[in-house]
């Protein structure tokens, strides 16, 4: 079938279900193409690089996997390199629910970059609206797509956001107006000298700080510099949301001690990041929603949840739909 022929296929957001949907796709012998419009892949699965080749994991910490398809997508990451198991020394209090915890090596996006590996990814590219055209959809914001309309539409980026794209697809605005995503505000922080909390990763009793881990514990980080990473609870990040960078930084930081329950060495590096759309507390309830002609597919993790796993579903669910849609059969199975 020549490319002409092939029906395109944009999907919006380059995070585990928009990259894992393009993946199944391609390998199907659609042509999608990834928009995402930081620099970056992976979306919450980040790390933070700093000099001295400190590094942080300041979005999603750790992944846990139920289901046989996700458990297996990590275990060939885990044989190919890009992930590994995180044994953390954990803080009294703080439960590991039995489950493995599992990270990318040796960031938390080297968990997506193999499903990128061959992909059409355009980074920097912002997606200002979706508007129907005649024979599919046109993407404004971008000028260099202002050609052949796309026959099908991905949106997998935070529910709010893809409100505002679709804005036009009414039938759709009030499932996910219902949708709630908490803020998180990320501390990323070393110390002038080195010391022993005593733990990799606690849950102090508190909203802020909220989660502490020490990123230099997880395997294939390096272990010169001991880096922290911590993560402030959705209510104070809520009530704290339009702060400076620089003021939520010393807010946290001036609460480290109380957290971790000793003195400690003065602060060299903090530098904070908000997470606009972290946790998901009022999921979607179902993996994706669609327009009425299924030419438009709408999810992410906060369909199914808070956790990573959830946006595994939600993007295998939404090339499955397209898939059928298109008369194709997947290949992963």
């Avoid at 999608?32 to 700093?50: D, H, I, N, Q, W």
């Avoid at 998180?184 to 002038?192: D, I, N």
């Amino acid at each position: 079938m020549a490319e002409e022929d092939t029906a395109r296929i944009a999907v919006i957001g380059a995070g585990l279900a928009g990259l894992l949907c393009a993946r199944r796709l391609q390998d199907a012998g659609l042509h999608p193409v990834v928009f995402e419009k930081s620099r970056g892949l992976g979306g919450r699965l980040a790390t933070r690089r700093a000099e001295d080749n400190r590094a942080f994991d300041h979005g999603a910490q750790y992944i846990t996997a139920r289901s046989p398809g996700f458990r297996a997508l990590l275990e060939s990451a885990r044989q190919a390199g890009s992930a590994d198991l995180w044994r953390p020394r954990l803080a009294p209090g703080t439960d590991g629910r039995g489950e493995d915890w599992m990270v990318g090596a040796p960031a938390m996006n080297a968990l997506v970059r193999p499903l990128a590996e061959g992909l059409d990814i355009r980074q920097q590219s912002q997606v200002t609206a979706l508007r129907r055209a005649p024979g599919g959809w046109c993407l404004e914001g971008l000028d260099d797509e202002a050609g052949r309309p796309f026959d099908a539409v991905v949106c997998a980026v935070p529910a709010p956001q893809a409100q505002t794209l679709a804005a036009e697809e009414a039938a759709l605005a009030e499932h996910l107006a219902a949708v709630r995503i908490a803020p998180c505000w990320a501390l990323m922080v070393t110390f002038s000298g080195a010391f022993d909390a005593g733990f990799d990763a606690c849950r102090p009793d508190g909203e802020a700080p909220a989660w502490i881990a020490r990123n230099a514990s997880k395997p294939g980080r390096a272990a010169n510099r001991d880096t922290w990473v911590v993560h402030a609870g959705p209510e104070w990040s809520g009530e704290n949301l339009e702060l400076e960078r620089e003021e939520a930084a010393a807010r946290i930081a001036a609460l480290l001690p109380v957290a971790f329950g000793r003195n400690l060495p003065p602060i060299d590096h903090a530098v904070a990041h908000r997470w606009r759309y972290a946790l998901t507390t009022a999921p979607l309830g179902r993996p994706y929603l669609a327009s009425a002609d299924r030419s438009l597919l709408i999810g992410g993790d906060w369909c199914l949840g808070a956790r990573v796993e959830c946006a595994y579903e939600s993007g295998d669910a939404m090339a499955a739909a397209l898939l059928e849609r298109f008369g194709l059969e997947r290949l992963d199975r």
